[in-house]
């Protein structure tokens, strides 16, 4: 997947950037690593093949709004966002602002790599996780109650919360979240995120008379 395929790399952290960069060319890629988000952008357009790989929490111009800059800017580069722990809500929100996946600290090897050939397989046509009409069946499949705690999990509440706005245990939460990704088949938060952003399942679940969020949660709890 390597060959033509640029990395971007954007991260304030010097250590973490030379990390990465020597990681990402061991394994055969060609790799341009950026300071912030401003020496990224001041680089466009681009040319050839590329694909972002973002640090969310940064100075100045953070992860999400360079995904939304570039957005803006009409750039459709596959992006990743990587993470500290913690940062699931605003994972969730750069996932909406168009990232393809998002990998936590400390990263592995192969879930990077793994999340770029995905990130770069997704562009090819035809290549969608799954298609709508079959999310949407999953969708389906689900309870009330664990539609509610689907419509949590988006909106990137710990357990925690989603037991407190449902009026259920942490551990009822947990087992209702277990049944949503099974049925779902999502192996983890990220691609439960893409298959709900490729469809917009919950406004088609909304439009069916299931639960939406905007009456499932208070504006405070999101």
């Known amino acids: ?3 033509d395929l640029t990395i971007h790399l954007v991260d ?10 020597f990681l990402l060319v061991s394994a055969g890629f060609a790799v341009r690593a950026h300071s912030c988000a401003k020496a990224f952008l001041d680089i466009l357009p681009l040319s050839g093949r590329n694909c972002l790989v973002t640090d969310l929490r940064m100075p100045d111009v953070n992860g999400i709004e360079l995904l939304q800059r570039l ?11 990587i993470t500290g722990q913690g940062d699931i809500a605003a994972a969730v929100q750069a996932m909406k602002a168009g990232a393809s996946d998002f990998l936590e ?20 046509p035809g290549s969608a996780i799954a298609d709508s009409e079959s999310v949407a069946a999953r969708v389906r499949q ?11 999990v988006l909106d990137g509440l710990q357990n925690k919360m989603i037991a407190y706005h449902l009026g259920i245990s942490s551990r009822t939460v947990e087992v209702h979240r277990a049944n949503v990704m099974a049925k779902m ?4 938060l ?5 298959m709900a952003i490729a469809i917009d399942a919950v406004e088609q679940s909304t439009e069916t008379g299931r639960i939406s969020p905007a009456n499932t949660w208070p504006a405070c709890a999101r």
Request: aromatic share 2%.
């Open 1 to 3: 997947m390597a060959n």
């Open 12 to 21: 304030d952290e010097e250590v973490l950037r030379r990390s990465l960069t």
């Open 71 to 81: 957005r803006r800017f009409g750039v459709d580069v596959p992006a990743i966002v």
């Open 105 to 124: 600290k400390p990263l592995r090897e192969e879930a990077l790599i793994a999340a770029i050939n995905l990130a770069m397989g997704q562009r090819r």
């Open 142 to 152: 689900l309870t009330d109650r664990e539609h509610q705690v689907l419509i949590g």
């Open 185 to 188: 088949g999502a192996r983890n």
């Open 190 to 194: 990220a691609e439960l995120m893409r």
